[in-house]
């Protein structure tokens, strides 16, 4: 199991697929200070 994040922790580098051939890589993707992220599994 991986060490929980805390409280002013760097987020981890993590890339995601969200297409066909597109992807995005969080938080290097991002220019905001300040990003929620939530994933939603959905019914399948």
Do not use: C
């Amino acid at each position: 199991m991986s060490l929980k994040l805390n409280a002013g922790d760097q987020f981890p580098s993590v890339r995601l697929d969200i297409g066909e051939s597109d992807s995005l890589t969080i938080p290097d993707d991002n220019s905001s200070p300040y990003t929620i992220v939530l994933f939603y599994r959905g019914h399948w």
